[in-house]
């Protein structure tokens, strides 16, 4: 078992250290954006990209997941690929090219139904080519990861990322373009990262096979309204606060305020939930092909639940330090000038906690995913997944009026508990395994219960967090020191 986990350690360390990377380097484009555009831009940037992930959902309708699973069976059988990558891909490049038609078509009519005037519609275009390359870049992406071609996939990711940011630096900072620079950044990354997977299309050949159509889209399919009800839980914060009544902004944020400018300091607040948001994609890219590889293992349950409180585990230590030393990061500048989220955006950094602590039931989520993966029990992913969603949407349609950014931030952690729940009630269902819920249940009262301590004694003093922090992070080795014990003891076997 150790073996199996360091094989996934090793491929979750090269994929880690190349989202990390790209995501670090994306990064950068945040405190640039925040300094150089103004709130009202941001907000309609943070609205534009909030409903792009959401139609990524539908220009790829599960493609990668339904390769991964049927060629990993493929080669399994037969040794062969290609037939699956080339219907697959070819089916993608004909939906997504009419899908991006319709849309650039339509700009304006769908600038105006996601909350934006229809001059908008300009940025919608740019939009549309953003999500046309990125849908032909799915087959090729999980292809890489299903022959483990990890270097290969980073460096398609930290190039193309490396491309958004230079292309972005040069079109606002010299050019003055503005947030058309933003789009076109974007673009030309996709570019780059489609010229540096170019090796993967030796798999494409001009094979299409409707039976294999077929197969890939009863997989793929179910993702497609889970996938949009999956992002909803985290974007649907978007949508709702461009809608925010007109008395609440000046009750909450002053008269001088817009929903998108309450939309730009939300969206870019809310990314520096990246700490957590990169660990869990990090884990999800090395995860999927682990547990389809290793379903069939004799020991395939305990290694799973291993896997699940140690990966748990860590996402709760990060959510902790993380609601105690972002906040303050934040506020770093140099000479007054240049801030890492400018003063005006500090109204919203009250919202953090909740987005941390959701991102602890995102991973558990992701965890419980392969019991219905392995059994091929997707049908249950819709439930899953619009339960989470509609209690995402209900709470925040009811709370934003209310609390504002703050009430989006609640209902994403709402959200992300009631789908965790289900995902439980579903996989272990179809696939039971004995997981250390109580255990864990323990540690994350007790994470909570830390975080509140500043709140309760009105003082967020360095050396209180501090000592909380190692407080927390000595609950987790009083609960678990069966395991930790084990983990020390093998890393001393193998330095033996």
């Known amino acids: 078992?150790?073996?199996?986990?360091?094989?996934?350690?090793?491929?979750?360390?090269?994929?880690?250290?190349?989202?990390?990377?790209?995501?670090?380097?994306?990064?950068?484009?945040?405190?640039?954006?925040?300094?150089?555009?103004?709130?009202?831009?941001?907000?309609?940037?943070?609205?534009?990209?909030?409903?792009?992930?959401?139609?990524?959902?539908?220009?790829?309708?599960?493609?990668?997941?339904?390769?991964?699973?049927?060629?990993?069976?493929?080669?399994?059988?037969?040794?062969?690929?290609?037939?699956?990558?080339?219907?697959?891909?070819?089916?993608?490049?004909?939906?997504?090219?009419?899908?991006?038609?319709?849309?650039?078509?339509?700009?304006?009519?769908?600038?105006?139904?996601?909350g934006l005037d229809p001059q908008a519609g300009e940025f919608v275009r740019y939009a549309a080519v953003i999500l046309w390359l990125d849908a032909l870049l799915v087959v090729p992406f999980a292809d890489l990861r299903l022959r483990r071609r990890a270097l290969r996939f980073a460096a398609a990711r930290v190039m193309g990322v490396i491309a958004v940011v230079v292309s972005a630096w040069v079109m606002i900072v010299q050019m003055g373009v503005g947030l058309k620079g933003a789009f076109f950044a974007n673009i030309a990354g996709s570019l780059v990262s489609l010229g540096l997977v170019l090796p993967a299309?030796?798999?494409?050949?001009?094979?299409?096979?409707?039976?294999?159509?077929?197969?890939?889209?009863?997989?793929?399919?179910?993702?497609?309204?889970?996938?949009?009800?999956?992002?909803?839980?985290?974007l649907i914060d978007r949508n709702v606060l461009i809608r925010m009544p007109r008395e609440s902004i000046d009750r909450l944020y002053g008269s001088g305020v817009e929903a998108s400018d309450v939309v730009g300091i939300y969206g870019r607040v809310v990314a520096f939930g990246i700490l957590l948001q990169l660990f869990i994609q990090v884990f999800?890219?090395?995860?999927?092909?682990?547990?389809?590889?290793?379903?069939?293992?004799?020991?395939?349950?305990?290694?799973?639940?291993?896997?699940l409180t140690l990966s748990t585990l860590f996402t709760m230590l990060v959510a902790v330090g993380a609601t105690f030393f972002v906040p303050d990061l934040v506020r770093w500048h140099i000479g007054g000038a240049f801030y890492l989220l400018p003063p005006p955006y500090w109204i919203g950094l009250s919202v953090l906690p909740w987005i941390f602590w959701s991102y602890v039931f995102d991973m558990a989520s992701t965890?419980?995913?392969?019991?219905?993966?392995?059994?091929?029990?997707?049908?249950?992913?819709?439930?899953?997944?619009?339960?989470?969603?509609?209690?995402?949407?209900?709470?925040?349609?009811?709370?934003?009026?209310?609390?504002?950014?703050?009430?989006?931030?609640?209902?994403?952690?709402?959200?992300?508990?009631v789908m965790s729940l289900f995902m439980a009630l579903f996989s272990l269902k179809v696939y039971p395994n004995r997981y250390e819920w109580g255990r864990l249940g323990v540690v994350l009262a007790g994470g909570v219960f830390c975080t509140r301590v500043p709140v309760l004694l009105g003082s967020e003093s360095l050396v209180l967090e501090t000592g909380l922090l190692l407080m927390f992070g000595a609950l987790v080795l009083l609960v678990f020191r069966t395991e930790v014990r084990y983990v020390l003891n093998a890393v001393g076997r193998r330095r033996g």
């Not at 790209?22 to 300094?35: D, E, F, K, T, W």
């Not at 070819?90 to 078509?105: D, E, G, I, K």
């Not at 999800?284 to 896997?307: I, T």
């Not at 819709?382 to 209310?402: D, I, M, S």
Request: hydrophobic share 50%; net charge positive; charged share 10%.
């Open 1 to 114: 078992m150790l073996g199996k986990l360091r094989l996934l350690l090793k491929d979750t360390v090269i994929y880690g250290t190349s989202t990390i990377l790209a995501r670090g380097l994306n990064y950068v484009l945040v405190p640039l954006y925040a300094n150089l555009l103004t709130t009202f831009e941001n907000g309609v940037h943070s609205l534009l990209y909030a409903n792009i992930a959401l139609l990524n959902v539908l220009f790829a309708y599960g493609m990668e997941t339904a390769y991964l699973k049927t060629a990993s069976d493929a080669l399994r059988a037969d040794g062969d690929r290609s037939g699956y990558f080339s219907t697959g891909f070819l089916s993608l490049l004909l939906t997504s090219t009419l899908f991006a038609v319709m849309l650039v078509l339509f700009a304006p009519a769908f600038a105006l139904a996601i």
């Open 201 to 234: 299309f030796s798999g494409l050949k001009p094979l299409f096979s409707s039976r294999r159509l077929g197969e890939m889209l009863r997989i793929g399919l179910p993702y497609v309204p889970t996938g949009i009800a999956g992002l909803l839980i985290h």
């Open 367 to 417: 965890n419980l995913s392969a019991g219905i993966l392995i059994t091929g029990t997707t049908r249950y992913l819709p439930v899953v997944t619009f339960a989470g969603a509609a209690v995402t949407t209900a709470v925040c349609v009811a709370l934003v009026p209310v609390m504002g950014m703050d009430g989006a931030g609640v209902a994403i952690l709402a959200g992300t508990f």
């Open 284 to 307: 999800r890219f090395a995860w999927q092909p682990f547990f389809l590889q290793h379903a069939d293992d004799p020991e395939s349950k305990p290694l799973f639940r291993q896997v």
